[in-house]
């Protein structure tokens, strides 16, 4: 079993393609998604754009997705602790110091980001499109 987790919030291709490589490292890929209340305190009163029924409809619907579930703590530790997953799957983006639930699986499987995809980034380049239009912020 494989275990992948994160806010996807405006579901992307970096996040399909993370979750699509992630599957093929078992038989099954079960994804942990961030509540809504767990998001707005990661990134902040803004977020999440996407409300957390709609993104778990999303991933559900991706082919490369077995289950989905959803957390409210800071971390998903304790459903780590609880599944006891054979993979845990991270972006590589994160150090292996700070991959939570390291302790708790086989291995932990950091996959490469696709350059150029970040929610992040995606919301910072509507903004700023926004602005040189003169319409007001989001």
Same mark, same amino acid.
């Given at each position: 079993?494989?275990?992948? #987790?994160?806010?996807? /919030?405006l *579901?992307?291709?970096?996040?399909v393609?993370? *979750?699509?490589? &992630?599957?093929? *490292?078992?038989? &099954?890929?079960?994804?942990?998604? #961030? %509540?809504?209340?767990? $998001?707005?305190? @990661?990134?902040?009163?803004?977020?999440?754009?996407? +409300?957390?029924? =709609?993104?778990?409809?999303?991933?559900? &619907?991706?082919?490369?997705? /077995?289950?989905v !579930?959803?957390? =409210?703590?800071?971390?998903?530790?304790?459903?780590l602790?609880?599944?006891?997953p /054979?993979?845990? $799957?991270?972006?590589? =983006?994160?150090?292996?110091? =700070?991959?939570?639930?390291?302790?708790l699986?086989? +291995?932990? $499987?950091?996959?490469?980001?696709? #350059?150029?995809? %970040?929610t !992040? /980034? @995606?919301?910072?380049?509507? &903004? %700023?499109?926004?602005?040189k239009r003169?319409?007001?912020p989001?």
């Amino acid at each position: 079993m494989v275990f992948a #987790n994160g806010c996807f /919030d405006l *579901l992307h291709v970096g996040h399909v393609t993370l *979750l699509e490589r &992630a599957r093929r *490292l078992g038989d &099954a890929l079960i994804v942990a998604l #961030n %509540s809504d209340r767990s $998001v707005r305190r @990661l990134k902040g009163p803004g977020r999440p754009v996407v +409300r957390q029924q =709609d993104r778990a409809r999303l991933l559900a &619907a991706l082919a490369c997705v /077995d289950y989905v !579930t959803m957390f =409210d703590e800071p971390t998903p530790h304790r459903l780590l602790a609880r599944l006891r997953p /054979d993979v845990l $799957v991270k972006g590589a =983006d994160w150090s292996l110091r =700070d991959v939570v639930g390291r302790d708790l699986v086989k +291995r932990v $499987v950091r996959i490469a980001l696709v #350059n150029g995809y %970040s929610t !992040t /980034d @995606l919301l910072a380049r509507l &903004a %700023s499109r926004r602005q040189k239009r003169g319409v007001r912020p989001l």
